[in-house]
């Protein structure tokens, strides 16, 4: 898969994880109410730690961390990597403050780059529950498009919710990264001439 490899946004930075970012990933996977597809049953930060570092070996993981502080605020994850069929599925986390800025447009923008950059995919697969609007809204915006559904797949409180699979095909990538690229220098410009940022 892809290892130690670093990108920088105008506001975040993919990162390796690091053993500093463990505790914080434990509180985020004990908090049921924001983490929504992760399945880490740990009771205790020791098992957390060993489950985390078996799912490293799988799976092309990445902190996402705020450029100003070096803080860690998400994480950005590539898994079920079929090379052969051309196809991986993708899973994005920012914490509660960092979801509502530039922060999750520009990570995932990030992550997919070197994600269709380095590995021979046709296809990227993200999974979304029903009650995460926020997640399947910025996941259409952003080239995403919803391939099926599973009815009542997770219970959340009393209420069973809906699982939507979207996909991303290359395509589409390249399209929406060639129309990201002239936000991207209009924002430069705003931001040289006007201030701006999260």
Known sequence: MID???????????QPVREADLVKLFHW?????????????????DRFTQQFQRMLQST?????????????IGLAQLYDVNVQDGWAFYFQYLEPAARRLAY??????????VVFG??????????????????????VNGGFEEEGRFKEFVRRGETYWDCYRLSLTRANWEQLRAR??????????VDANMGGGP
């Open 4 to 14: 130690r490899v670093e990108s920088n946004g105008r506001w975040i930075s993919l």
């Open 29 to 45: 996977t004990a908090d049921w109410r924001s983490l929504n597809l992760w399945s880490f049953e740990s009771e205790s930060f």
């Open 60 to 72: 092309t993981t990445m902190a996402i961390r705020r450029r100003a502080t070096n803080e860690c």
């Open 104 to 113: 999750s447009a520009e990570a995932g923008l990030a992550f997919l780059n």
């Open 118 to 139: 380095l590995l021979p995919l046709r296809k990227i697969y993200a999974d979304v529950f029903a009650f995460n609007g926020l997640a399947y809204r910025t996941l």
């Open 180 to 189: 990201m690229a002239r936000l991207v220098d209009m924002q430069q410009f």
